[in-house]
């Protein structure tokens, strides 16, 4: 079924189509009426008709003076004595005669069976492509076997030619007046064609291009459906390089960054209900903590007996539980500095002038801010940079992405575990519209079953770790408006972590 905007098109496509078609119909319409009018007008045909009488009234008019002037020789009365006399005699009356007429150009006496008595002709020949010799006969007496006077007489060609053409348009133009209705319905049933011809050509020009944008549009009205019913990982074909293609791309882009706005969002509050239940642990085990060394610390003092084995027992006890207290108070201050962790201000710095700064703050192998390490180890395996020359305007805050970066080299540091031979690699560099920061070991690597969950709290393979570093980093990645991504290193083989952070959006539209 044709939809609204598919009839509404075609509509449009084939009014534009007929528009003009009409208005040709409608001039080649009048230009035949106008024609037929002025070249078959009746006038013109009677016109005609009398040029054709005049010509022959003309052509008329000189036979009948020949045979006039053949009927005056006739009636010379020396006429019948010199056919009865001498030949020579006929001979001179003829010539005379012939110089005295006008057209005639002979006359000659034959008998019954064509045998010439005389014959007289004009001097100088006749030019027979101009003139056309006609012949008068007349009988000189009653009598059955009386000779005959033939004349003849020189008339243009041009006067019947003239008439043999006139007659001939003038029958031309009498067909063409009869054909006139019949030129005009050809003209109608052509025209009435080319109407149908185009009518459905348009029609199905006009639905094929209205079912390709309409056919668009419906794609993007259904995925624009399933959006507000919360579906964020439809998306619509980009085909085409028209106004609905860029729009297709912008609704694209525009659900990645409402996914990753999602994303974030939804990681940003889990993470501050792991923040309050982190402040939360921290409060509740901090509490009992100096109740119970001073407790343990008391008796070890209060006891002064003699019983060796027993002052043995107090000072082991006494030391397992100061270690221990110990060891607790190091994790409610991770718990605290979790809860603590500050939102990131971001303003725009130049994101390869960072790196290039964390750099040279590397000093023998320990980053100055060692001390944001939970358990304060020192680096051991030298750390290999790989930064791009160059300027990348990015919205950071270096406090907190320097403490991000931090959190990632003590991780390949710790997974390498003081091997000679291990390696570090962080690199730099700028991807598109990205700043691309990468960290890179030859470790063991991050097990498969564990790249989904190694940005979560608590999640770690160390036995002593409490696994807020990931998270910590994560956290502080997605307020920059980045992502996060863990896998292997193609060229290290260890675990690889790329941060990637957007160039500043005004940046982005200098270099375009």
């Not at 912008?250 to 990753?260: A, G, I, P, Q, V």
């Not at 003081?418 to 690199?427: C, E, L, N, Q, T």
């Not at 940005?455 to 002593?464: D, L």
């Not at 307020?479 to 060229?491: I, Q, W, Y």
């Amino acid at each position: 079924m044709l939809g609204k905007t598919e009839r509404r098109l075609a509509l449009v496509i084939l009014f534009t189509a007929l528009g003009p078609l009409f208005a040709a119909i409608w001039m080649s319409d009048t230009l035949f009426r106008h024609a037929s009018t002025t070249w078959l007008n009746p006038d013109v045909l009677s016109r005609l008709d009398a040029s054709i009488r005049l010509y022959k009234d003309h052509v008329r008019t000189i036979k009948e003076r020949a045979r006039a002037e053949t009927e005056v020789v006739a009636r010379d009365p020396e006429l019948p004595v010199a056919v009865a006399g001498s030949k020579e005699r006929l001979q001179t009356l003829l010539s005379r005669h012939v110089r005295e007429g006008t057209a005639r150009v002979s006359l000659s006496v034959v008998t019954q069976d064509n045998s010439v008595l005389a014959r007289s002709e004009r001097e100088g020949p006749i030019d027979s492509g101009k003139f056309r010799v006609f012949e008068v006969r007349r009988t000189l007496s009653d009598a059955d076997d009386a000779p005959m006077l033939v004349a003849g007489y020189a008339v243009e060609r041009s006067v019947e030619d003239e008439l043999a053409r006139a007659g001939e348009v003038r029958a031309a133009y009498h067909a063409m007046m009869g054909d006139k209705e019949r030129l005009y319905a050809s003209q109608l049933r052509a025209f009435g064609a080319l109407l149908a011809f185009t009518v459905l050509v348009t029609v199905i020009l006009g639905l094929v291009l209205a079912r390709g944008v309409t056919r668009r549009i419906n794609r993007l009205a259904g995925a624009i459906r399933k959006v507000t019913s919360g579906d964020l990982s439809v998306r619509v074909p980009v085909t085409g390089s028209d106004e609905l293609t860029e729009l297709a791309d912008t609704f694209n882009r525009m659900l990645d960054e409402m996914k990753s706005s999602r994303l974030r969002i939804e990681y940003l509050r889990r993470f501050e209900a792991w923040q309050q239940m982190a402040q939360r642990l921290a409060h509740e085990i901090k509490n009992p903590l100096t109740p119970i060394q001073l407790a343990v610390q008391q008796c070890h003092r209060k006891y002064e007996g003699t019983d060796p084995d027993y002052r043995t027992l107090l000072d082991t006890s006494l030391e397992i539980v100061e270690e221990e207290v110990g060891t607790l108070r190091r994790l409610v201050g991770n718990f605290s500095r979790f809860a603590r962790l500050p939102a990131a201000e971001c303003k725009i710095d130049d994101a390869l002038g960072f790196a290039h700064d964390c750099a040279e703050r590397t000093r023998g192998g320990m980053p100055e801010e060692a001390g944001t390490d939970p358990y304060g180890q020192l680096l051991t395996t030298p750390v290999e940079w790989n930064i791009a020359e160059g300027h990348c305007p990015v919205a950071l805050d270096r406090q907190l992405l320097r403490v991000a970066l931090n959190n990632l080299v003590r991780n390949a540091n710790e997974a390498l575990d003081g091997k000679v031979d291990g390696r570090i690699i962080v690199s730099a560099q700028v991807i598109n519209d990205d700043f691309l920061l990468t960290v890179e070991d030859s470790g063991p690597g991050i097990p498969p079953e564990l790249e989904e969950r190694v940005f979560e709290p608590y999640v770690t393979q160390k036995s002593y770790g409490t696994g807020l570093g990931l998270a910590i980093t994560m956290k502080i990645v997605v307020e920059h408006r980045g992502t996060l991504l863990v896998g292997k290193s193609a060229s290290l083989g260890g675990a690889r972590f790329e941060i990637r952070l957007p160039v500043a959006a005004a940046d982005r539209q200098q270099a375009a």
